[in-house]
């Protein structure tokens, strides 16, 4: 079992940063490729960004690329999201998942673990 923590939601302005922290129980937290949903009201959970154990090879939405960066610190068995230029689509609650599977970045049913979220709110 792997339990993650999402931190560092909150209410920004249009325009704004945040970064969000994914911290996970396990000690093999490097085994495990690491992605990053969202989910806004009356809508499906979508595809944000994704990271390979290693931290070499990162994924992200077309919606997001160019200002959301994904990274890991392994050492430290967290995650992270930087969220820059936060537009009001953005607002959704985010979350970060780990997984083994070998599956696509973006299928949410190759994770295996889920932590609960962290709210994310861009004000126009």
């Known amino acids: 079992q792997v339990q993650l923590v999402e931190s560092g939601g909150g209410l920004v302005q249009a325009g704004g940063s945040l970064r969000l922290s994914c911290a996970a129980s396990?000690?093999?937290?490097?085994?495990?490729?690491m992605g990053w949903f969202r989910q806004a009201p009356g809508k499906e959970r979508e595809f944000v960004a994704a990271i390979a154990w290693s931290g070499g090879s990162t994924y992200y939405a077309d919606s997001v690329k160019g200002r959301f960066t994904i990274s890991r610190d392994n050492a430290k068995n967290t995650v992270y999201l930087q969220m820059n230029s936060l537009k009001p689509v953005d607002t959704a609650t985010y979350y970060c998942a780990a997984k083994t599977k070998l599956t696509a970045w973006g299928i949410i049913s190759g994770y295996d673990y889920w932590g609960r979220g962290t709210q994310v709110t861009v004000s126009s």
């Open positions: 396990k000690r093999t937290f490097s085994n495990y490729g």
